[in-house]
């Protein structure tokens, strides 16, 4: 696909909503914010990348989905039916989805980051967890978590008791905290900056875009590439964009900025 300059429409990456996390109305209150800016983008947007932890915790069952984010799920419909390109990346949070997306709202779900060549640019797009070194508590516990095993078993917990223990879990997300102390630690201690230099030494990339970090980065690279971390819509309601020849990350502050100053 190819953004055409005269019709001036944009690619679109976000991710880390938490949707769920840390309670009921809260939650609400940040899915609207988000409903209010895919309607937004609903006339301008070429192409939709959603980067993973849409969800604070989901685990889709063979024949039933987590309740709630209807407002959410009901305008990626209507967005997908209008014929705007969707992707879903899973994150840390929400990686044991199966083909609900893909069949109910015909999104493709991505398990591991993935190439896009947009306009002559390479794009490599992933959510970013367990990418470069370190984090090896984080590492370990993925490989369980990825384990067909470990999903079929919790698949077989009875609902009330698996999401019991992951609501239990959720507790301690990021996403209860409300406020970021995320700081940027300096390039050599980011881990997706070093994952991005090693990817750089094999292949020319254009932008890496990440979540996971939950801190709105654009980190200039070597070779004019470029490290994009997507922030999160907790404490920054931020996204990037992609005209077609360049890149920039900008925050929604939606028509009611109150929604923003309570969180
Ligand atoms: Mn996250």
Redesign the pocket.
């Known amino acids: 696909m190819n953004l055409n300059a005269t019709t001036s429409k944009q690619i679109y990456f976000l991710?880390?909503f938490?949707l769920g996390a840390p309670d009921h109305a809260r939650s609400l209150e940040r899915e609207k914010l988000l409903v209010q800016f895919l309607d937004s983008i609903k006339d301008k947007a070429a192409e939709i990348f959603l980067v993973?932890?849409m969800f604070d915790f989901w685990y889709e069952y063979r024949q039933v989905v987590p309740k709630g984010y209807v407002r959410l799920l009901g305008k990626l419909a209507e967005l997908s039916d209008a014929g705007i390109p969707m992707h879903f990346f899973v994150?840390?949070?929400d990686m044991w989805m199966r083909d609900y997306f893909q069949q109910e709202l015909n999104i493709p779900v991505y398990y591991e980051p993935k190439e896009f060549v947009r306009n002559g640019k390479t794009f490599l797009v992933g959510h970013g967890d367990g990418l470069g070194p370190g984090d090896h508590g984080y590492k370990r516990l993925k490989k369980i978590f990825r384990n067909p095993v470990c999903k079929w078993l919790f698949g077989i917990l009875p609902p009330v008791v698996g999401m019991g223990i992951a609501n239990y879990m959720s507790r301690s997300s990021?996403a209860q905290t409300g406020t970021s102390e995320e700081t940027f630690l300096g390039e050599d201690k980011e881990w997706l900056i070093i994952y991005c230099k090693d990817v750089l030494k094999q292949k020319p990339v254009d932008y890496f875009v990440f979540?996971?970090r939950?801190l709105p980065i654009d980190f200039r690279l070597e070779g004019g590439s470029r490290y994009i971390n997507l922030g999160?819509w907790i404490t920054y309601f931020t996204y990037a964009s992609f005209d077609g020849s360049k890149a920039s990350i900008q925050s929604y502050t939606g028509n009611d900025a109150r929604i923003i100053r309570n969180q």
């Open positions: 991710s880390d938490h993973g932890d994150g840390n949070h990021r979540g996971h939950h999160d």
